[in-house]
Antibody
Framework: QLQLVQSGAEVKKPGSSVKVSCKAS????????FSWVRQAPGQGLEWMGG????????YYAQTSQGRVAITADGSTSTVYMELSSLRSEDTAMYFC???????????WGQGTLVAVSS | EIVMTQFPATLSLSPGESATLSCRAS??????VAWYQQKPGQAPRLLIY???TRATGIPARFSGSGSGTEFTLTISSLQSEDFAVYYC??????????FGQGTKLEIK
């Protein structure tokens, strides 16, 4: 079973950027795809985008286009999500999730809280 | 973008009762629908995939059904640990995944 461990909580200023990591272990990184999902306080789940590391192919939700960059480092089995031009509305819990290409999310990280405040 | 609409937003039931949660898609899907359970302070957990297949370790009281635009999660004989928020997700329109807005199952 793949385990996903995310980096710790972040507090950022509006206009800055944040980069959250998600390290995978326990299974084959290269045959997996990964997505990032965020959840604002008291709100539902919002898919932001994903990556297929073996191909380096990335996909983004329309609402994420232009501000989100998802990357992967196969040598460390780590996936990253960088969000730029932060605003208060980006305050949320950010989850990484593992799935096969085009399939449901069968493993989740523990979440990383990103707080944006001046 | 495929919109997933869940209803009701909140469902109040007592332990031992059965729960029926609904999810409607804005266009017809194949069986590429999943259900997740989320408890406060935790990551979501996969319950059902392929509209009707239970994930590993999920109790038999959880069942999924549906096709086309209408999908249902049924929880028979509610246990105290079942009170949580439930989300449906479509992965038919990959790579564009969408979730429903969630149904909160609370103790009456």
């Amino acid at each position: 079973q793949l385990q996903l461990v995310q980096s710790g909580a972040e507090v950022k200023k509006p206009g800055s950027s944040v980069k959250v990591s998600c390290k995978a272990s326990g299974d084959t990184f290269s045959n997996s795809a990964f997505s990032w999902v965020r959840q604002a306080p008291g709100q539902g789940l919002e898919w932001m985008g994903g990556i297929i590391p073996v191909f380096g192919t990335t996909y983004y939700a329309q609402t994420s286009q232009g501000r989100v960059a998802i990357t992967a480092d196969g040598s460390t089995s780590t996936v990253y999500m960088e969000l730029s031009s932060l605003r208060s509305e980006d305050t949320a819990m950010y989850f990484c999730a593992r799935h096969l290409t085009g399939r449901y999310f069968n493993s989740w990280g523990q979440g990383t809280l990103v707080a944006v405040s001046s | 973008e495929i919109v997933m609409t869940q209803f009701p937003a909140t469902l109040s039931l007592s332990p031992g009762e059965s729960a029926t949660l609904s999810c409607r898609a804005s266009q017809s899907l194949s069986s590429n629908v999943a259900w997740y359970q989320q408890k406060p302070g935790q990551a979501p957990r996969l319950l059902i995939y392929g509209a009707a297949t239970r994930a590993t370790g999920i109790p038999a009281r959880f069942s999924g059904s549906g096709s086309g635009t209408e999908f249902t999660l049924t929880i028979s004989s509610l246990q105290s640990e079942d009170f949580a928020v439930y989300y449906c997700q479509q992965y038919d329109d990959w790579p564009l995944y969408t979730f429903g807005q969630g149904t909160k199952l609370e103790i009456k």
